[in-house]
C-alpha cells in the first residue's frame, strides 16, 4: 500500500480511496509523512483531512463514472 500511495502521491494523480467503515473520498495525497503511517487527503469536498494508512482499506485511480 506504501508504494502506491508514494506513486500516486509523486505522480499528482487524482484517487479513490475506500476505508475500513466504508467511506470514500476522491481527491488528491497532498503530503505523506515521513515515517509512511498517515497521509493528508485533500478531498474534492471536504478539503484536507489526515487520514492513518490503517484506515484505508482499498486506493486507485479515480475515474469518472460513465467513462
Known amino acids: 500500500m506504501n508504494m502506491k500511495l508514494e506513486f500516486f502521491y509523486n505522480n499528482k494523480t487524482k484517487v479513490h480511496i475506500v476505508l475500513f467503515n466504508d467511506y470514500f ?24 483531512m489526515p487520514v492513518l494508512f490503517e484506515e484505508i482499506k482499498r486506493v486507485e485511480p479515480f475515474t469518472e463514472v460513465g467513462k
Open 25 to 48: 473520498y476522491n481527491g488528491y495525497i497532498f503530503d505523506l509523512t515521513s515515517n509512511k503511517d498517515l497521509i493528508v487527503f485533500t478531498d474534492d469536498k471536504l478539503g484536507n
